[in-house]
């Protein structure tokens, strides 16, 4: 898709309910079958990405986003590719599923019609070493969508299946698996119900439902308070989500019921399910980003309580989503452009020299972070890192509304990536939104004005504006270890920390 029909599509879509619309997460692109993980202080969320023109899939690689706050989410990148598969063809990066253990990090990513591989990699975002060479299950052409998990005892479990649902038994390894392949079978008991074929009075073979649902993939499952959740994509097409619960990861597993219902312009959906920070999440993908499609699909979410007996209630669907944060973001530390809690009109870009950042903005452009802590002192100017575009334009640093415009920054001349600093307008002290407002210098020139790649704020009690050359990625290198909310961190744990300017992986794992 051209970058302007994006910009468009997106900028209809937030005009219609910007005000209470979180859901889909990400608007920078179409994400799908989405695989959250915690761990520490971060919700890892790992996606595929579907393409952005024409039908069927075209899928090449697997995104990775983060939050530490459930309404913003750092685009990290491509973290993985079909490229990382010595064995793997051009197309099929379908439904991955990503674990942390051992001190490593392991991709589950299934390649359509090859297997389902594996991936070892030292960080959650790789690099990535395929220890196998080959696919780690190739028993049947309905090898997609697996969900890794690990008990309490320490035996970790593979799990996956479309029209059919097997798991095996993994090794210490995590690449390996012990003894035979499983099919769970699939029944009115188990999931539901199944589909059968027959007859029909003209002798023309069909199929029928038996039972009130059917499991038809996207398998996750985990346990909470001594119980075995199975949540999956079920029901044929139009998918939605059901589930099953067990008293044991191997079954016998009791159908529960519907959790959700079909998505809006998607005939597909995936779950994952996941708490963090005390709370419980529901993500799921649909086709409801301007331009979407159930060939272009993304990534929503939901909150949701258990039942007293640790049942799923019901849980709708909203535009809303997730609205509030459950930890601030601090602007006195360096923060990625790519945080982003909404989005109009922007894409990222990603290369080594700088990671992912904001590119080819274009007037009208905006960004939008939430919940931005700037504490009781309040902050006096803002930096931000920036490279001019093809045409000229600004910046504007605006608070809680975009009409509010607190600061205005000029990145024309900036032929490389320049740090550029503005005092405020105004103090600004205790919690805000910001919006960053593209504009261009020449309103005939609206295009390609700018890339941006990070930004923080200076505090009252510090002083200082010019503009400095920002070397590599360490431009504004801060002393100490930093979360990804910009909080100071003493004792790192588990989890990807900000140190001189650069991300750090805590440990141990
Ligand atoms: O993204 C391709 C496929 O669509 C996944 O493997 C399924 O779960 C469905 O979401």
């Excluded at 210098?441 to 930004?455: A, G, I, P, V």
């Amino acid at each position: 898709m051209k970058k302007h029909l994006f910009a468009w599509a997106a900028a209809c879509m937030l005009a219609a309910g910007e005000a209470g619309a979180q859901n889909p997460i990400i608007q920078t692109r179409y994400t799908a079958d989405p695989a959250a993980c915690v761990y520490g202080d971060t919700l890892y969320l790992y996606t595929s990405v579907d393409n952005e023109e024409g039908e069927g899939y075209q899928k090449t690689f697997w995104q990775l986003y983060t939050t530490t706050d459930m309404v913003n989410w750092t685009d990290c990148g491509t973290v993985a590719s079909l490229a990382d598969f010595s064995w793997a063809g051009d197309n099929g990066a379908w439904a991955p599923h990503v674990i942390p253990r051992n001190g490593k990090w392991y991709m589950y990513a299934p390649i359509q019609m090859q297997g389902i591989g594996v991936l070892v990699g030292e960080t959650p975002c790789g690099p990535w070493r395929d220890p196998l060479r080959r696919a780690l299950i190739n028993h049947d052409i309905r090898d997609i969508d697996p969900t890794a998990f690990v008990d309490d005892d320490g035996q970790a479990y593979l799990y996956w299946g479309n029209n059919g649902l097997w798991y095996v038994k993994l090794t210490r390894s995590m690449v390996d698996y012990n003894g035979e392949i499983t099919e769970i079978p699939l029944t009115e008991e188990t999931v539901g119900g199944y589909e059968e074929k027959y007859k029909d009075e003209n002798g023309e073979e069909q199929t029928r439902l038996v039972g009130v649902d059917k499991y038809e993939e996207g398998p996750w499952v985990y346990k909470r308070r001594e119980k075995y959740y199975l949540v999956y994509a079920a029901g044929g097409i139009p998918e939605h989500l059901s589930y099953s619960m067990s008293d044991s990861p191997t079954g016998p597993w009791k159908y529960q019921g519907r959790i959700m219902d079909s998505p809006d312009g998607s005939f597909t959906t995936h779950p994952s399910v996941v708490d963090f920070k005390g709370r419980s999440y529901i993500f799921y993908h649909n086709g409801k980003l301007k331009g979407g499609s159930g060939f272009r699909r993304s990534v929503c979410v939901e909150q949701f309580e258990y039942n007293a007996d640790g049942t799923i209630p019901h849980i709708p669907m909203t535009k809303k989503g997730v609205y509030e944060p459950v930890a601030h973001v601090s602007p006195y530390v360096r923060q990625e452009a790519e945080t982003i809690a909404l989005s109009v009109g922007v894409r990222t870009a990603q290369d080594d020299r700088r990671g992912v950042y904001l590119d080819s903005l274009d007037m009208g452009d905006y960004v939008k972070v939430k919940a931005v802590d700037f504490g009781e002192d309040g902050a006096r100017s803002v930096r931000l890192c920036v490279r001019q575009g093809v045409n000229d334009g600004f910046i504007q640093v605006c608070i809680d509304s975009q009409s509010n415009v607190v600061a205005t920054i000029d990145v024309g001349g900036t032929q490389d990536w320049t740090e550029l600093a503005a005092d405020l307008d105004e103090v600004v002290c205790g919690v805000h939104d910001i919006y960053f407002r593209f504009r261009a210098t020449d309103t005939s020139k609206r295009n390609e004005l700018m890339q941006f790649d990070y930004w923080y704020f200076l505090p009252q009690t510090v002083s200082g504006v010019e503009s400095v050359k920002a070397e590599g990625r360490t431009g504004v290198a801060k002393p100490g270890l930093y979360d990804l909310s910009g909080r100071r961190v003493v004792k790192p744990g588990r989890g990807i920390y900000i140190k001189d300017g650069k991300k750090y992986v805590g440990q141990p794992f």
